[in-house]
């Protein structure tokens, strides 16, 4: 069976720092995986996904995450922090039938 | 083109009455999901459709809950004698048939006092 662990519910950096937020995936299969963000009061939008081919994998609004099998990751990060990044990010993992396994959460705050 | 829609955005309902959620997925995708997503926790699968079939129902957590699905086309999420547990936002995701991407709706705010 597919699950993900996303270790800190809430991360909190200042404007400008680099943002890492971590994603363990456990899967009996080759995963595709899934970083999505959450704005408030807002339903989920698609940063970037994992399907096998480049490990890193580059999305939206200057985010990347690197698949690493040895350690099973799926780290998301951005080199420097804007305001406007301040939300809720989930990391998911393709279950049987398409389903998303969702981790809980993260909490990104951003500080001027 | 236009995204998932889902109605009504808020509901407010009373302990024992039902309700229903409406979920319109993009047009020409043939998979459709609803989630929950309770205050201060994850994402929760409830059910999947492929066309008006339903594969997958194992996240749907009591009999109190129920789903169809027209054709390709609307989905209702239907929840009989509600209760405060249920107050959650529901989401609904479409994708099309052999594209893992879903694309989500902004979801329904369901309190249920």
């Known amino acids: 069976a597919q699950s993900v662990t996303q270790l800190g519910s809430h991360v909190s950096v200042s404007e400008g720092a680099l943002v890492l937020l971590r994603c363990n995936y456990s899967s009996s299969v080759p995963p595709y995986l899934f970083w999505y963000v959450q704005y408030p009061n807002q339903g989920l939008q698609l940063l970037l996904k994992y399907t096998s081919a480049a490990t890193l994998v580059k999305g939206i609004n200057g985010f990347e995450a690197e698949f690493k099998k040895s350690e099973t990751s799926f780290h998301l990060t951005k080199p420097s922090a804007h305001m406007s990044d301040a939300a809720e990010y989930f990391c998911a993992v393709i279950g049987n039938t398409g389903k998303l396994i969702f981790g809980q959460g993260t909490t990104l705050q951003v500080k001027p | 083109g236009a995204g998932v829609s889902q109605s009504p955005s808020n509901k407010v309902t009373e302990k024992g009455k039902d309700v229903e959620l409406r979920c319109d997925p993009i047009?020409?995708?043939?998979?459709l999901y609803w989630y929950r997503q309770r205050l201060g926790q994850g994402l929760e699968f409830l059910i999947y459709f492929q066309g008006n079939s339903a594969p997958d129902k194992s996240g749907l957590p009591s009999d109190r809950f129920s789903a169809e699905r027209t054709g390709e086309s609307v989905s209702t999420l239907t929840i009989q004698r509600t209760q405060q547990e249920d107050s959650a936002v529901y989401l609904c995701?479409?994708?099309?048939?052999?594209?893992?991407?879903?694309?989500f709706g902004p979801g329904t705010r369901l309190l249920v006092l």
């Open positions: 047009s020409g995708h043939t998979a």
């Open positions: 995701a479409s994708s099309p048939l052999g594209v893992e991407t879903q694309y």
